[in-house]
T-cell receptor
Framework: QKEVEQNSGPLSVPEGAIASLNCTYS??????FFWYRQYSGKSPELIMS????GDKEDGRFTAQLNKASQYVSLLIRDSQPSDSATYLC?????????????FGEGTQLTVNP | DAGVIQSPRHEVTEMGQEVTLRCKPI?????LFWYRQTMMRGLELLIY????????DSGMPEDRFSAKMPNASFSTLKIQPSEPRDSAVYFC????????????FGPGTRLTVT
């Protein structure tokens, strides 16, 4: 079992829709979770971090964490073509990952105008 | 504040040559990470340092790869001799110590070995 798994995608949504990106993790001791956005040919850019159960909102982005289910998600409201990118989920702080980030394989999102 | 700085941004070299990639972490950050990204294998952690000391190098693919961090503001990743299968984008990232501190990536070095 991979330490962090993402819905592999690719995911395609129309402009203005809600894009839902999901991630599960196997290390129950993981404490911190992050979503990175990576445009083609660019480096990963941190867009959201979440540490506690529940929702965290930042503009059009909402991260959700459920530690009991070992599940992390990212919702993008009012999706824009500029949101088209690969989204990487990452966790850290667990027994396996420790100080490093463990990344999922990424979900490629396309927002169609 | 300046972000993570990497050089060169692009490197093209011939098989068998030595390649040195450089990284300057964000000032004050305690941790430095080297990653490699390819289409086939995704984003892989090669090695990371805490306070200039290598903590985990289990991701370094083989002895041809070595990394150093002589001081808090500089790290190198060296490949000697380089091979075509080393072609990838190499990222450096840094963060502060402590749970929850966020990791920031540099722009990467695109390495092509012919």
């Amino acid at each position: 079992q991979k330490e962090v798994e993402q819905n592999s995608g690719p995911l395609s949504v129309p402009e203005g829709a809600i894009a839902s990106l999901n991630c599960t993790y196997s290390d129950r001791g993981s404490q911190s979770f992050f979503w990175y956005r990576q445009y083609s040919g660019k480096s990963p850019e941190l867009i959201m971090s979440i540490y506690s159960n529940g929702d965290k909102e930042d503009g059009r982005f909402t991260a959700q964490l459920n530690k009991a289910s070992q599940y992390v998600s990212l919702l993008i409201r009012d999706s824009q073509p500029s949101d088209s990118a690969t989204y990487l989920c990452a966790g850290s702080g667990g027994e396996t990952s420790g100080s490093r980030l463990t990344f999922g394989e990424g979900t490629q999102l396309t927002v169609n105008p | 504040d300046a972000g993570v700085i990497q050089s060169p941004r692009h490197e093209v070299t011939e098989m068998g040559q030595e390649v040195t990639l450089r990284c300057k972490p964000i000032s004050g950050h305690d941790y430095l990470f080297w990653y490699r990204q390819t289409m086939m294998r995704g984003l892989e952690l090669l090695i990371y340092f805490n306070n200039n000391v290598p903590i985990d190098d289990s991701g370094m693919p083989e002895d041809r790869f070595s990394a150093k961090m002589p001081n808090a503001s500089f790290s190198t990743l060296k490949i000697q001799p380089s091979e075509p299968r080393d072609s990838a984008v190499y990222f450096c990232a840094s963060r502060l110590a402590g749970i929850g501190y966020e990791q920031y990536f540099g722009p990467g070095t695109r390495l092509t070995v012919t």
